[in-house]
């Protein structure tokens, strides 16, 4: 029995070195990278990574030192604060307001696409909660939210006016007072 025993054990190795052949020469297919003409192409970076398109460098100097925000239901004199930062060329935009007397807030958060010289593009979220009544609560993220000066007026304001429930809101970000 010994004998038989020691036979078997003495195959072992040979069978494990047949059970790692395969039909085409012993060579595994399936982990070896792909020839260098059959390379994939680099991934194509996503539009988070993607630094802001600055068509006027004066009205990105100007949204970096911005003087603040404000919804029309909140308080018109009494801004609010809104971070406008470059972070390797992304102009990365977070905004808030809130009301002295209640529980009324604005906020946003994201990031500038394109700056021109009278408009930016903000792709993030924005949300408006308990204003102008206790319980709206109002909250979408887009890519294409557009912020405009018009009439010469001194900051630029989101263009969709009503984005939620059909009540016109105003979001005004403030260019710097004239000397800062």
Request: glycine share 8%; net charge neutral.
């Amino acid at each position: 029995m010994n004998t038989m025993i020691r036979a078997a054990l003495a195959s072992v190795p040979v069978l494990l070195a047949l059970a790692g052949c395969s039909p085409d020469g012993g060579r595994p297919t399936a982990s070896l990278p792909a020839p260098a003409s059959q390379a994939s192409t680099p991934p194509v970076p996503t539009p988070s990574a993607a630094v802001t398109r600055i068509l006027d460098r004066v009205a990105a100097d100007q949204l970096l030192r911005n003087s603040g925000v404000t919804l029309q239901w909140i308080n018109w004199n009494t801004r609010g604060t809104a971070n406008a930062r470059d972070d390797a060329g992304v102009i990365r935009l977070t905004a808030s307001q809130a009301s002295s007397n209640g529980p009324g807030r604005l906020w946003l958060d994201g990031r500038v696409t394109e700056i021109g010289a009278d408009y930016f593009v903000f792709s993030g979220t924005i949300r408006i909660t308990d204003t102008p009544d206790a319980g709206r609560r109002c909250e979408a993220t887009r890519e294409d939210w557009r912020f405009a000066v018009t009439q010469n007026r001194p900051y630029w304001r989101l263009r969709t006016f009503e984005w939620c429930d059909e009540l016109t809101d105003y979001i005004d970000i403030y260019k710097p007072a004239a000397g800062h």
